[in-house]
Structure formats: C-alpha cells, structure tokens
C-alpha cells in the first residue's frame, strides 16, 4: 500500500476523457488529505495486438502521441503550485489489466465512470466495470464534473 518511501500510493487511470479528468481531480484532493503520492497512468493499446487484422501502426508513434496526451491532461488539471506528489507513465496494454495491475500495492485505485470509448448510453465503462471486479486494492470510480467544474451532487473524496 506504500510506495518506496514509505508514503502511501493511489493510481489513477488517465484517458483524456471528461471522467477521467474528474477522477484525476479526486485523486488530487484526496492525496492531498491524506500525504499520498498519485500515480497517474496513461494506458495505450495497439489494433491488432489480440490476433485481429488490423492496418500497419507505427508502434513508436503510438505510444509518444499516448505519452503527450497523458502530459496534456495532467498539465491541464495540475495547478502550477500544486504540491502532491505525482508520478505518471503510459503502459501499452489493455486498460483495464494495466490499472488492476497497477492497483496491487495501492491505497485506492482511482478511475472515471466512462471513458473515451463504448456506449455512451451505459452508466459504468467497461473498464471502471473490470476494475471494481478485480482490482487489488479499493476502487473509487467518479463521475464527470458538471459544467461549473464542481464534482456532482453527493461526490466528495
């Protein structure tokens, strides 16, 4: 539950969609509470990499365009003075495998409720589904900010 250091450690999955954005923001305060250290984590994964035919993909490109979207969105919730610890890396895989992965060890893992793909008309992601179901650790899904930027009615870490 604690990183090298000894302090404790909450992953978050990060997308670049408007859960995900708000589920960063909720690691963010919570790790602040508490003295964690977040780690956020960008998950890539390639068309084809199951078996299924897929069009020719350039491997490094993926990754370095998953790796500036992963910064993009952290530099867009972080303040600039903000003071929580916060580690952050991209993983090629399946998202979910990567974040329960991840979640051994962890505080609390930390996703959005949907992320940028699937149907828009279901209330809980595929992956957010995955994670509570098999994580290794407590997991907190959250919801999309309302348009204000204010967590919905009824979600404070």
């Known amino acids: 539950m604690s990183?090298?250091?000894?302090?404790?450690?909450?992953v978050v999955g990060v997308d670049g969609s408007p859960a995900s954005h708000a589920a960063l923001r909720w690691a963010l305060?919570?790790?602040?509470?508490?003295?964690?250290?977040?780690?956020?984590?960008?998950?890539?994964?390639?068309?084809g990499a199951?078996?299924?035919?897929?069009?020719?993909?350039?491997?490094?490109f993926d990754e370095e365009q998953a790796r500036r979207s992963l910064s993009e969105e952290l530099r867009a919730v972080l303040g600039p003075d903000d003071d929580v610890p916060l580690v952050h890396h991209v993983v090629r895989g399946n998202p979910a495998q990567v974040l329960i992965d991840e979640s051994d060890g962890a505080e609390l893992l930390v996703v959005g409720s949907r992320g940028r793909g699937?149907?828009?008309s279901l209330l809980l992601g595929s992956?957010?589904?995955?994670?509570?179901?098999?994580?290794?650790?407590?997991?907190?899904?959250?919801?999309?900010e309302t348009a204000d930027g204010?967590?919905?009615?009824?979600d404070t870490p």
């Open 127 to 144: 992956v957010s589904q995955q994670c509570a179901a098999h994580a290794s650790c407590p997991v907190v899904i959250v919801r999309p």
């Open 50 to 60: 199951e078996g299924w035919s897929a069009p020719a993909v350039d491997v490094l």
């Open 3 to 10: 990183t090298n250091d000894g302090t404790s450690r909450v």
């Open 150 to 154: 204010t967590p919905p009615t009824g």
């Open 118 to 120: 699937g149907f828009a």
């Open 29 to 47: 305060r919570h790790a602040r509470r508490t003295g964690a250290t977040v780690h956020a984590v960008g998950v890539y994964d390639l068309p």
